[in-house]
């Protein structure tokens, strides 16, 4: 059974950070990459990054310049460094497997507000 967990999510005033964390259990972690995207209110979901198991990285244009997504083979864990972050950053963020089929995490609120 492949589970992802994400955590880390939070109110955050504009220009903070949060890391946020996604551990995945049960899956081909080490050959699978593991991407990040959110879904704003009233908005279909977006992809904001990927990282594969030789740790290739690639970023959606909005959020290049701001987030870093890392992992750590020996934690199974994928994470979200988000800096500067803005109002519109504000959605539920979720991990993803993908494998032969893909999973997904049940999310984690990310509010930025003043």
């Known amino acids: 059974q492949v589970q992802l967990v994400e955590s880390g999510g939070g109110l955050v005033q504009p220009g903070g950070s949060l890391r946020l964390s996604c551990a995945v259990s049960?899956?081909?972690?080490?050959?699978?990459?593991v991407s990040w995207h959110r879904q704003a209110p009233g908005k279909q979901r977006e992809f904001l990054a990927v990282?594969?198991?030789?740790?290739?990285?690639n970023y959606a244009d909005a959020v290049k310049d701001r987030f870093t997504i890392s992992r750590d083979s020996a934690k199974n864990t994928v994470y979200l460094q988000m800096n500067s972050l803005k109002p519109k950053d504000t959605g539920v963020y979720y991990c993803?497997?993908?494998?032969?089929?893909?999973?997904w995490g049940q999310g984690t609120q990310v509010t930025v507000s003043s």
């Open positions: 990282i594969t198991s030789r740790g290739t990285t």
């Open positions: 993803r497997d993908h494998g032969a089929v893909d999973y």
């Open positions: 049960g899956s081909r972690f080490s050959i699978n990459a």
